[in-house]
């Protein structure tokens, strides 16, 4: 599903939300892990 052309605004901020809140998962794993990842790609 493409985040920025949702159908609607609200579909649009719930994925980016999702998209938000699993980053920071990823981000706080591989620290668990000892793995330094970029603040970008």
Not at 5 to 23: D, F, G, H, I, P
């Amino acid at each position: 599903h493409s985040v920025m052309n949702a159908e609607s605004e609200q579909k649009k901020q719930l994925r980016l939300q999702v998209s938000e809140m699993t980053a920071n998962v990823i981000a706080s794993g591989m620290s668990l892990l000892g793995i330094r990842v970029p603040e970008r790609m």
